[in-house]
């Protein structure tokens, strides 16, 4: 067998291949063709003592020296042509991903096609109907009953359940999975269009209302919050085994939060944590969020609940804005007549306090929803809460702990327009 010539790399190539050999994707072949030309190039040796000494057959090692060396003259050109290629990954990435394809096994022609292009497209066209199409009283299809009644319809006699799902699996179809939807409910479209548009407007102009001293305030509640004392410790995380939460749990009691997300600055600027969510709560809330700026703009968004357009917050914010006007008579006459009229004054762009709502089931354009996700997953989901006051004074540190490491403008990238497929 006759020898290789003398191993010598570009360096920027022998760089990228040193930096994807520590890289913790890589997998085990690329790292065992990786390491016979590292092992080639920092020991220069015939390719039979390094066969040996790897533990390879002679073969093998010289497959993967010729393969860089193949390479390695053109490299500055296809890392060239790889940044041209339109995308966004970095220089590194690409230039990886060149290292990848050579030492990347060849295409082979493997074992031929049992299943035609036909009948996979009957397949799919199959599991895509709902099974009471077939007659069959069940909600969704599983394999093995996609497998029987492909049997039965003569697309593919013999199919095997397992072979079914390796095709769902190229045609990205999870019949298994569901996920809830909730549909608005647009009674007028157009005006619908109008509020998403005006808040997605205020979140892409946050930085520049907070230069000019208007604060873009995103508030709501979470209630309902349970304070569940486990009934054991949890057992912590050891390698290949994630915690383990005890079961059964004792109740403590719930509490509500209400918290104010300043959009500009992505904190959490004031909050409520009590047992109730009333208006008087809410309407408290918002008065502490202002504090002693009432000479501030406030702008509060916020979905259409009945207590986020109390007669008690009209009231509030009529006296935080100098309001002079009779205010009338609760489900009577006036400003405080019923929802209709509350809203329209709390939602007046000449006051120095208004609020915009979002569209009925759209709680999604509401930041603050964001947020409430991070609370979750961080304290609540996984927390181990003794008392009411425990599970409070947790979100306390935890609303402290956000705002000191964590707190940062959301970039909200939808505009408002209508989404098209």
Not at 21 to 37: A, F, N, W
Not at 103 to 111: C, L, Q, T, V, Y
Not at 247 to 262: A, D, K, M, N, V
Request: glycine share 6%; hydrophobic share 35%.
């Amino acid at each position: 067998m006759r020898s290789l010539p003398p191993l010598e790399l570009n360096s920027d190539f022998h760089e990228t291949i040193v930096r994807l050999h520590g890289r913790e994707s890589t997998s085990k072949s690329e790292l065992r063709r990786m390491d016979i030309v590292l092992s080639m190039l920092s020991n220069p040796v015939h390719f039979s003592g390094l066969a040996d000494e790897l533990g390879h057959d002679r073969e093998t090692v010289s497959c993967w020296c010729r393969r860089a060396l193949m390479a390695n003259a053109p490299w500055p050109e296809m890392v060239e042509n790889a940044l041209n290629e339109p995308g966004h990954a970095g220089t590194n990435l690409r230039k990886e991903r060149l290292v990848r394809e050579i030492f990347a096994d060849k295409p082979r022609s493997g074992a031929p096609c049992t299943y035609s292009v036909k009948q996979y497209t009957q397949l799919v066209a199959l599991a895509l109907k709902p099974p009471s199409e077939y007659a069959r009283p069940i909600t969704h299809w599983t394999a093995r009953e996609l497998a029987d009644e492909i049997r039965i319809q003569g697309i593919a006699p013999g199919i095997s359940p397992r072979q079914v799902q390796r095709f769902l699996d190229q045609a990205d179809l999870q019949p298994h999975r569901s996920k809830y939807w909730l549909n608005p409910k647009i009674e007028d479209q157009a005006e619908y269009e109008r509020q998403v548009s005006e808040i997605c407007g205020l979140y892409s102009h946050a930085s520049e209302l907070h230069g000019a001293g208007t604060h873009l305030i995103s508030t709501d509640e979470k209630t309902g919050i349970q304070a569940l004392g486990r009934s054991a410790p949890t057992k912590p995380m050891m390698p290949g085994h994630p915690d383990r939460i005890e079961f059964e749990y004792t109740r403590h009691g719930t509490l509500s939060l209400i918290p104010s997300f300043e959009v500009a600055t992505g904190k959490i600027v004031q909050h409520h944590i009590g047992e109730t969510r009333n208006e008087q709560d809410f309407a408290e809330h918002i008065a502490s969020t202002i504090g002693d700026r009432r000479k501030d703009q406030w702008i509060f968004i916020s979905d259409q609940l009945n207590t986020h357009m109390s007669e008690t917050l009209v009231r509030m914010v009529a006296e935080l804005t100098g309001h002079q006007g009779d205010l009338g008579e609760k489900d009577k006459s006036g400003i405080l007549k019923n929802l209709k009229t509350r809203k329209e004054f709390l939602v007046d762009p000449g006051h120095s306090v208004r609020f915009v709502y979002t569209p009925r089931h759209c709680s999604w354009l509401n930041q603050v929803e964001i947020w409430f996700g991070v609370l979750a997953r961080k304290v609540i989901k996984r927390g181990n809460f003794i008392s009411q006051g425990d599970l409070g004074e947790k979100m306390e540190m935890f609303i402290s702990y956000f705002n000191r490491t964590m707190a940062k403008p959301y970039r909200w990238t939808y505009k408002g327009l209508p989404l098209t497929a």
